[in-house]
């Protein structure tokens, strides 16, 4: 119930149906804000795609604001060194998948060499349902562990459309400053911009919204 209060009041002090710059929008977002823990900022992009169509891809942004994830690599020989040299949680081959068939699942990202993917498919019941994968798209499987890793712990995000053509995505934290948030939101709405389908007919990008985790809605200039 004392959701729902501070919800409405928060939906009182803007107007719902007018669109904001990003930087008014950010602001109006943080001054939404109700709850007592530090929320994120979550966007909403709706695109203009075919069903069939495919909008997915992953991004440093410039200011991090997730806590450092436990990166697991699956690799041998020269790799497996470059991995822990990188600073990588776990690594390892045949020793890793037997102990994730297992039930042993302390990490938070998956990286694999190409070479182990035959090996590592057999865990794609398990991975697979936790989105825990590795996956080329997604640059989670390349020989070019070092630079992988360097990226993941910087915050390396990945967006991708679901079956509505909707991305959804967080891209900060309300305690964090306008600009920041800001800056985050352009590096994004560019990258998801190259990734226009070809045969994209008229405006790829239909509405952008932004949200605090409990907040409201603020919709966003596309322009």
Do not use: C
Not at 43 to 70: C, G, W, Y
Not at 86 to 111: C, P, T
Not at 138 to 149: G, M, N, Q, W, Y
Not at 172 to 191: D, H, K, T, Y
Request: proline share 4%; charged share 30%; aromatic share 6%.
């Amino acid at each position: 119930m004392g959701r729902g209060k501070k919800y409405a009041e928060a939906q009182k002090s803007y107007d719902r149906s007018e669109t904001y710059s990003p930087e008014a929008a950010v602001d109006l977002v943080k001054k939404m804000s109700y709850a007592k823990f530090d929320e994120s900022v979550d966007l909403s992009i709706t695109l203009n795609m075919k069903k069939q169509a495919s909008v997915r891809d992953t991004l440093v942004l410039p200011h991090s604001f997730q806590k450092e994830k436990k990166i697991l690599v699956f690799a041998r020989g020269e790799k497996a060194e470059e991995a822990q040299e990188a600073g990588a949680a776990y690594v390892g081959a045949e020793d890793l998948v037997e102990k994730i068939r297992g039930g042993w699942l302390d990490f938070d990202i998956a990286v694999a060499t190409p070479d182990m993917m035959r090996d590592v498919g057999k865990l794609g019941p398990i991975l697979g349902r936790r989105g825990l994968m590795p996956n080329p798209k997604t640059r989670t499987v390349t020989f070019d562990l070092k630079e992988a890793i360097e990226e993941l712990k910087k915050g390396r995000v990945e967006f991708r459309a679901d079956k509505g053509g909707v991305i959804h995505m967080a891209i900060g934290r309300v305690s964090m400053g306008v600009e920041q948030i800001v800056e985050n939101l352009r590096v994004v709405m560019e990258e998801v911009a190259r990734k226009r389908p070809d045969d994209t007919k008229g405006e790829f990008i239909r509405a952008v919204t932004l949200a605090s985790t409990m907040g409201p809605g603020v919709r966003v200039s596309t322009n």
